[in-house]
């Protein structure tokens, strides 16, 4: 029968939540950040966005909202994940988490983009009352950015995956394919931050693959985190070999 515990500093609770917090993530992410625009931008229309942005306020509104939602629950997830995997090894656990809290900082940045968006179109802020050619170009500029910034906070959520399967492998305390999983989900948001800049017409192809990756490859970890916890002393024979290996 396996001992189900968790790490001393960090209580068998506190992973389950951890494991929630991810489904939460999972399901707000999609909605906020995809659903939510493909119905309140118009591709290659900027006047058409300003207005479908005025009529469409209520929805626009509710996909920012759910958006720092997704960002404070990230910085539960930063800490949660930093103490789970410090004592497997700081130094990478540290620059995971250092990683993660940019991709924070830069959703922060573009939740800020689609505020100002938001505002002008509805005539508020600094640029609301410019004439409507002018005002759209605004809106234009200031989605565009939002978008950019999208691409880069993917890059370093991409690090922070890559970086959270091998943490995942060598910690030892839930099974290896984990984190193997979890890297797959690093390639395909690195996949997702570069592939608009590197290959700017694979973007529905690039699209698929990433949505595949993240969700095949971050899941599974989650999931085992909410009905399995962790192994402990599994982890600390596993690492306790590896060392006499050596």
């Not at 991810?22 to 591709?43: D, E, R």
């Not at 626009?60 to 004592?87: H, N, S, T, Y």
């Not at 999208?150 to 995942?168: A, E, M, P, Y």
Request: hydrophobic share 60%; aromatic share 6%.
């Amino acid at each position: 029968m396996n001992t189900l515990s968790a790490s001393p500093s960090l209580p068998a609770p506190a992973v389950r939540t951890a494991g929630a917090v991810f489904v939460l993530l999972l399901v707000l992410g999609p909605v906020c950040l995809m659903v939510v625009p493909s119905h309140t931008v118009v591709a290659g229309d900027a006047a058409a966005t300003v207005t479908r942005l005025a009529a469409e306020g209520g929805l626009m509104r509710l996909g920012l909202l759910g958006e720092a939602v997704i960002a404070l629950a990230e910085l539960f997830m930063i800490v949660a994940l930093w103490v789970l995997f410090r004592p497997v090894h700081g130094p990478v656990a540290l620059v995971a988490a250092g990683a993660r809290g940019a991709m924070v900082v830069l959703q922060g940045a573009a939740l800020a983009c689609g505020l100002a968006a938001l505002s002008w179109a509805e005539g508020r802020g600094l640029l609301g009352a410019l004439p409507k050619d002018e005002l759209a170009r605004a809106v234009a500029v200031v989605l565009e950015l939002r978008t950019q910034v999208g691409l880069v906070w993917q890059l370093f959520f991409g690090l922070h995956c890559l970086l959270l399967g091998f943490l995942i492998a060598r910690a030892g305390f839930v099974p290896r394919v984990l984190g193997a999983l979890m890297a797959v989900a690093g390639l395909g948001y690195l996949l997702a931050g570069l592939g608009p800049w590197l290959v700017p017409g694979a973007q529905a192809v690039t699209d698929v693959v990433v949505g595949l990756c993240a969700f095949l490859g971050e899941t599974p970890f989650f999931v085992w985190l909410i009905a399995k916890g962790i192994d402990v002393p599994r982890g600390d024979r596993r690492r306790a070999e590896a060392a006499a290996a050596r």
